[in-house]
């Protein structure tokens, strides 16, 4: 293990964290609030430990397999405890376990929250609700790959980072440097968001409130400033919400090869299948809204309502427009069932993602080929290409793995709390980055009344599920640590 | 510059690393998954997997946006039909490499008629290495700079030589003038010496000098260099047969020892002056027998790197004469350095620099433009040619006032038929050809060697 570079590439995350800091930073000078000082004072700290981290350059320069997991694994945990550093210094949220599950949240864009929806969140300082928001956005397409865009991390094994924080079963370049193709995706992912941002202030958005909502629609966070988070804007700014949310749930690539005028590749079978789910479940929702007799949605608020719900599910996002926890089961149902599924591979967005969905579902289905014709040979092939047998293998591992994750927390959690919907809900909320659950973690609910044991539970699962389950596992797995 | 390589295979992996390193966009692409990975994993390129040779394949690539396509697949067939596809497609230029002999006979036409910027044989090209090697067995190396007016050679100091315990100083004043030494090679560190350099045994020294000078130089130190008259190869291959080729009528003759009779048979019927022998080269009773002993110089071409390893070191302890080595893998070089046998060659590594040498040739940038780039020492010192244009800000400077960075040494100027070995008062005027050596590496522009 090479912890000299470690050492320095957390120094280097550290400093862009302080960085960071100058978002919310700004945001209290304008507002003339007192946490600025607060905030500034994390900022110190994080500028101290990471200058001391950077000290001395390690002779071995190499990023392997191994170091970019732990380097990642690392680098989020570290980010999150110093991040959480504002909340608590200015006592807006007292407890530092409280503060540091919220700054998890941002990061792995979840958007769960300990602040009880109405009141509570509507008095927190603004400079402490962009910087919920700006960790989303931060955290949406990865610290490192937004590192490795802006400094020349030395070596040509930085792909170990990129493969190891970005979301998808294989992760491939853009353009033939590592850094070029972080620097397209970061250009792609603020073009967009300044587009939204932009959007948003047509309809009846202040600046402040379309620069955080824009913030947490492109990480697919779902922080927001309202006590009913989205219910109150008018249907403009929803349908705005909607479309982005689901915008950001595309894999990015997808738009790079649109700019470069290649529509069939854009299109390929992942976006197409995330797609053909998101119309569907908005369909069987709507329906079923409007068959069952106790809803008075009329027909254009029913789509509006499952149409907003479903994009905010299935991206992971989790702003709310409508207590979908008062649906019918069968609609509860679906968007749970969503929360699994999640966002495209390559998106800011959480979930097992669809095209893992896919090769779960084509290597089934050809494990069953082979059982009718044991000699058959045949491939698993998305967009007319074989699948390489190592990625379906890693694929079903990671299946597996998740499984694991999340039957071991459902149990833990259980131990806590007496709701069995809530609990199960909840973790399903968290390892999938989406933010409110059903019962008392739903759209009217919050996570502030789980035990401390819990809520470390719930931090770990965010963690794990934005860096895809191993980077965590292999943090806590001694041959990692082995020499 | 956007460079597309076909083939993963050895040639391919050198290549892609070096243009890499040299700041270029390098997309590689090959059938095999694996050989891609090998090189992705190493190196920060884009693959692609797919057969290089499809328009699909191509344009996944980028081949409308590159600026050059080399094709270095196994097949000569494949890579003329790469290199066919990828110039109708974009406006690239495109290097192909050809080693079947039959058509190595017909670069010139296929250049022309495909349109291609340059045809490459690692065989052929390592052949011509070897031949110059054995026209002047003192060196380790030698190259042509300045469209052969000037070489840089490389040899290694004996124990009896008039030069150990000199200083440079002195060699320039007491011994010869028309003499620069380059790099000095001590202990695996390579040094651009200044004038208080001693010389010590077992250095390994690279000068440049016209042919002339530095013939006069290598008799005024008393460096025995006998020239060849007879050599023996080991392995019959087509480095073999290129090197009978080229050295057909220089008077050294050749002894080829190859175990397939029917290689042997083909090799006697296309080469009469050359003594084919059939049997083993592990055979040592054989080799002896046949005159390894007394032989001026033995070449080991054979296709395992071990096995010519080994036949080196055996002909080293048998007998005196040249020693000349080809190796296909260079990751143990440090290794393989220390066992000191005179001359190794290496296919790949010549051909990536001569490749690496066309593309640096062509990013013409401002001033200056490099003319040729050699590789003195391996990955640490290189020797650059530039072409120096009118608007240059070193041009009427006498080179003492410039302010040179350290490890830069300006070792020749050429202007016209003259060439200059600079001294500090020297000036360099437009149109001068300058040979540029530093420890700097991927220099680009003659103004690069500034502070």
Same mark, same amino acid.
């Given at each position: ?58 002779? @071995? ?189 595309? @894999?990015? @690539? ?124 045949? @491939? ?104 | 510059?956007?460079?597309? *390589? ?109 349109? &291609? ?38 040899? #290694? ?50 000068? *440049? ?11 005024? *130190?008393?460096? #025995?260099?006998?020239?060849? #008259? ?53 055979? #040592? ?25 080994? &036949? ?115 000036? *360099? ?20 060697? &500034?502070?």
């Amino acid at each position: 293990m090479n912890f000299g570079i470690i050492k320095r590439t957390l120094g280097w995350i550290l400093l862009f964290e302080g960085l960071f800091f100058t978002v919310p930073l700004i945001t209290a000078a304008v507002y003339w609030e007192e946490e600025f000082f607060d905030i500034f004072v994390a900022m110190a700290l994080c500028a101290a430990c990471g200058g001391v981290c950077i000290v001395g350059k390690p002779k @071995n320069q190499n990023i392997y397999a191994k170091e970019g997991f732990v380097i990642v694994a690392l680098s989020w945990i570290v980010m999150s405890i110093f991040g959480a550093l504002p909340f608590w210094f200015s006592r807006s949220i007292p407890s530092y376990i409280d503060a540091l599950f919220e700054t998890v949240s941002g990061f792995t864009t979840t958007g769960a929250s300990i602040i009880p929806t109405g009141e509570a969140l509507e008095s927190m300082p603004k400079c402490l609700l962009i910087w919920r928001s700006f960790t989303h956005w931060v955290g949406g397409m990865g610290v490192l790959v937004f590192i490795m865009a802006f400094l020349p991390l030395s070596g040509a094994r930085n792909m170990n980072l990129m493969k190891a924080e970005s979301p998808g079963p294989s992760v491939g370049k853009l353009v033939p440097r590592v850094r070029q193709t972080a620097k397209i995706l970061y250009l792609i992912y603020a073009g967009m968001t300044v587009i939204q941002f932009a959007l948003l202030l047509f309809g009846e958005m202040t600046v402040f409130e379309a620069i955080n909502t824009a913030f947490a629609t492109a990480g697919t966070g779902g922080f927001g400033f309202k006590g009913d988070s989205m219910a109150s804007f008018s249907s403009y700014t929803q349908i705005v919400i909607t479309v982005f949310m689901l915008l950001f749930s595309v @894999n990015f @690539n997808s738009y790079f090869l649109l700019l470069r005028g290649r529509m069939k590749e854009a299109f390929n079978t992942e976006v197409r299948v995330f797609f053909a789910i998101v119309i569907t479940a908005i369909t069987l929702i709507t329906l079923n809204l409007q068959l069952s007799e106790a809803y008075t949605y009329t027909t254009g608020e029913a789509i509006k309502h499952s149409a907003f719900s479903v994009a905010t599910i299935i991206s992971t996002t989790g702003f709310v427009t409508a207590n979908f926890d008062l649906w019918p089961a069968f609609s509860k149902g679906i968007l749970v069932l969503l929360m699994f599924i999640g966002a495209c591979a390559g998106s800011t967005g959480g979930g097992v993602k669809v095209s893992r969905v896919v090769i779960l579902y084509k290597g089934a289905t050809h494990e069953m080929k082979k059982m009718l014709h044991s000699r058959q040979v045949t @491939n698993v092939t998305i967009d007319k290409r074989v699948v390489d047998r190592e990625v379906v293998q890693n694929t079903f591992a990671y299946l597996f793995a998740y499984i694991l994750v999340f039957v071991l927390s459902f149990l833990l959690i259980c131990i806590d709390v007496q709701d069995v919907v809530t609990n199960f809900t909840a973790v399903t909320a968290t390892i999938n980055n989406v933010g409110p659950g059903l019962g008392a973690v739903g759209p009217d609910g919050n996570f502030a009344f789980f035990s401390v044991g819990s809520k470390l539970v719930f931090i770990f699962d965010m963690l794990a599920g934005r860096l895809e389950i191993f980077p965590m596992l292999l943090l806590f797995s001694a041959r990692t640590w082995k020499k | 510059m956007k460079i597309i *390589i076909v083939g993963c295979g050895r040639v391919g992996q050198t290549l892609a690393e070096k243009l890499n390193d040299d700041g270029n966009e390098v997309t590689v692409i090959d059938m095999l998954a694996e050989k891609v990975k090998e090189v992705t994993d190493v190196c920060d390129v884009m693959g692609v997997i797919g057969n290089g040779a499809t328009h699909t394949t191509l344009l996944e690539a980028g081949v409308d946006t590159a600026d050059l396509f080399i094709a270095v697949t196994n097949s000569d067939e494949l890579n003329l039909l790469c290199c066919i596809l990828a110039k109708k497609e974009g406006r690239c230029q495109t290097i192909a490499r050809i080693k079947n002999p039959e058509y190595s006979k017909e670069t010139a036409y296929l250049k022309d008629e495909f349109g &291609l910027a340059m045809v490459i044989n690692p065989e052929y090209a390592a052949a011509e290495e070897i031949a110059r090697v054995l026209r002047f067995p003192s060196a380790i190396k030698i190259e042509p700079f300045v469209k052969g007016k000037v070489e840089l050679i490389k040899f #290694k100091l004996p124990k009896e030589c008039g030069l150990v315990g000199v200083s440079i100083k002195d060699m320039a004043m007491k011994l010869y003038g028309g003499v620069l030494v380059c790099t000095i090679e001590r202990g695996g560190e390579a040094y651009i010496p200044n004038g208080d350099f001693v010389f010590e045994e077992k250095d390994v020294v690279s000068i *440049i000098a016209t042919a002339k000078n530095a013939n006069e130089f290598f008799k005024k *130190i008393d460096y #025995k260099g006998n020239s060849i #008259k007879d050599a023996m190869i080991a392995g019959g291959g087509t480095i073999t047969h290129y090197l009978c080729e080229i050295l057909e009528n220089t008077g050294i003759s050749l002894k080829v020892v190859e175990k397939d009779l029917k290689a042997c048979e083909d090799f006697a019927a296309r080469w009469e002056k050359v003594c084919v022998i059939h049997g083993s080269t592990r055979d #040592k009773e054989l080799l002896l027998e046949e005159g390894l002993a007394k032989a001026g110089a033995f070449v080991a071409l054979s296709n395992s790197d071990e096995e010519n390893i080994l &036949l080196s070191l055996f002909a080293k302890e048998m007998g005196g004469g040249k020693l000349v080595t080809k190796i296909k893998r260079t990751d143990y070089g440090n290794v393989i350095s220390r066992l000191e046998l005179d001359t190794m060659i290496c296919p790949k590594n010549i051909t990536s620099d001569i490749i690496l040498r066309y593309v640096r040739a062509t990013q013409n940038t401002m001033g200056s433009n490099i003319e040729t780039l050699y590789n003195i020492i391996e990955d640490q010192v290189e020797a650059t040619e530039f072409l120096i244009k009118e608007n240059s800000p070193i041009i009427g400077v006498p080179l003492w006032q410039l302010p040179f960075k350290s490890n830069v040494l300006i070792a020749s100027i050429s202007r016209g038929n003259q060439v200059i070995v600079p001294r500090g008062s020297d000036v *360099i005027q437009a149109g001068d050809a300058v040979v540029v050596v530093s420890k700097q590496m991927a220099l680009r522009d003659v103004t690069d060697v &500034l502070k």
